[in-house]
């Protein structure tokens, strides 16, 4: 199959989030698959900084159209066989900018503007190669099949099977009436069956509807999404589509996090001899000014500091942190007030060690050195640490729901027996949980037996994206017999 992946961020080219690790390893997966792949993405600042400013351009704006409102070129950057095409869409007026969506004072005023260009040229510099699939990523993508429907897509000889991934319906797009023109889309789009919501342009709502085909990242998020409590306010036209929306649980790139051979840490391990894991563990201690304990319980966390991600309950537990016989490792950026938190957590427990950055080897790190990963979020679609906490060997603590509960098996006394365990998972969104759960993982450090019993059974568990890859291949195949019976019809 020929299949356009367009997406707002892509690891290795450009991260915020989970989002690029999925998009990432879901295109290279593809391609190693022998499908013709291509990936758009935007030319960030830092895509730019990483040297590929003077990459070759494939595209530009012609008689043909799009007829777009700044200068925009697309270029393909370099990537390793047999891996995806890379398309990068270069409007430095839009993209040349400190952060991807936003800066510290929030996010961009004009991101209705640089998102609708960087879908009409990605779709434009991809369409003479005819894809048979167009799969769009969350919000910034969603006008994808929106242009294709309004026939504003050029180059497609037919028009291609539509899917659009919710990475995470919270975050869904939405502007004043007053920037339509931005869509550049005729004025009758704008409308309460397609992208007119409240009187606002919903960027997110116009893709759902437009979509042959809506996906989301577990099974578990696809359930939660169509209740009132977790719909943000899409719950009843989720439950309308003529197709449920589809959980594909994510993947893990099991090349990247791999313990036996990850060159993040000071010494390989795999479930056999452990051995490296300690030392991984001592490095953590070490590199977070917390004592060499080898015995102590190390809890882990790495993540972005907001409400969503359980912050506001590691507040909440701060009198009972220091109390602890435990070491804490905390890791990541966000909010002003939980970046606040994590310093004055460092500066005033012993036994808590923090640091306020982004930090690929220390994410690493801290995946391999700690004995239990927290993951204390209020919701999550599906989430990859607990992924790759287990195949580092290290316990994950979680909340249970959305992807979470799809990937940790409670340590209960029934999957003890079966030997199917491999975490701690709470049930309610509260301290006195969060108290339990870290209370449960002392506990089970105390008694070997069990702890290397959770480990064993995480670092055997099939994370990798060949399960999830294929799920993504079906959906292609079923959504193009779709189409091809209406084209007969």
């Known amino acids: 199959m020929r299949i356009l992946q367009i997406t707002p961020e892509a690891r290795p080219w450009a991260k915020t989030g989970g989002l690029a690790d999925v998009a990432g390893a879901l295109t290279d997966r593809l391609a190693r ?163 007119e919501s409240f009187g606002r342009i919903h960027l997110l709502k116009g893709g759902i509807l437009a979509a042959d085909r809506v996906t989301t990242v577990s099974p578990g998020y696809a359930r939660e999404i169509g209740t009132p409590a977790l719909g943000f306010g899409l719950d009843g036209l989720l439950a309308g589509l003529p197709h449920p929306v589809e959980g594909i649980l994510n993947g893990i790139d099991t090349e990247e996090w791999d313990p036996a051979r990850d060159p993040h840490l000071p010494a390989p391990f795999e479930p056999a001899d452990l051995g490296g894991k300690a030392a991984a563990k001592a490095a953590l201690q070490a590199e977070f000014g917390l004592p060499e304990i080898p015995d102590v319980p190390l809890f882990g966390l790495v993540s972005r500091l907001v409400e969503q991600k359980g912050l506001g309950l590691i507040e909440a537990v701060r009198g009972r942190l220091g109390d602890w016989p435990a070491q804490f490792v905390l890791l990541g950026t966000g909010e002003p007030r939980f970046e606040a938190l994590l310093r004055d957590l460092a500066a005033s427990l012993p036994n808590v060690g923090a640091r306020v950055a982004f930090s690929e080897r220390l994410a690493h790190l801290v995946e391999a050195g700690s004995d239990f990963f927290l993951m204390p979020s209020a919701f999550e679609p599906c989430g990859l640490n607990q992924m790759i906490s287990q195949r580092y060997g290290t316990i994950p603590v979680v909340h249970g729901v959305g992807g979470l509960a799809d990937t940790v098996v409670d340590v209960s006394p029934e999957a003890l027996a079966e030997g199917s365990a491999t975490g701690i998972v709470f049930r309610h969104f509260d301290a006195p949980a969060l108290c339990w759960a870290i209370d449960t993982a002392i506990e089970i450090h105390a008694d070997p037996v069990r702890l290397d019993a959770l480990r064993q059974a995480g670092m055997r568990t099939d994370f990798s994206w060949e399960r999830s890859g294929r799920r993504y291949e079906e959906l292609y195949e079923r959504t193009l017999a779709d189409r091809r019976a209406e084209r007969d019809d």
Not at 53 to 72: T, Y
Not at 74 to 83: D, I
């Open 33 to 195: 698959r022998g499908h013709e792949v291509t990936l758009a993405i935007p030319l960030y600042r830092t895509v730019r900084e990483d040297g590929h400013a003077d990459a070759p351009i494939v595209w530009r704006p012609g008689a043909e159209g799009p007829d777009l409102p700044v200068p925009v070129v697309v270029r393909e950057l370099a990537a390793g066989s047999p891996g995806p095409r890379v398309l990068a869409v270069d409007a430095p007026d839009l993209f040349d900018r400190e952060g991807l969506y936003g800066d510290t004072y929030g996010d961009y005023s004009d991101n209705l503007l640089r998102f609708s260009v960087f879908v009409r040229a990605a779709l434009a510099a991809a369409g003479p190669s005819r894809p048979d699939v167009v799969h769009a990523h969350d919000w910034q993508a969603a006008l994808a099949p929106v242009y294709v429907r309004a026939g504003l897509a050029v180059g497609t000889d037919s028009r291609p099977a539509l899917i659009l991934t919710l990475h995470n319906l919270a975050y869904q797009g939405q502007f004043p009436a007053d920037r339509w023109a931005d869509t550049g889309l005729p004025p009758e789009w704008f409308r309460a069956d397609r992208l």
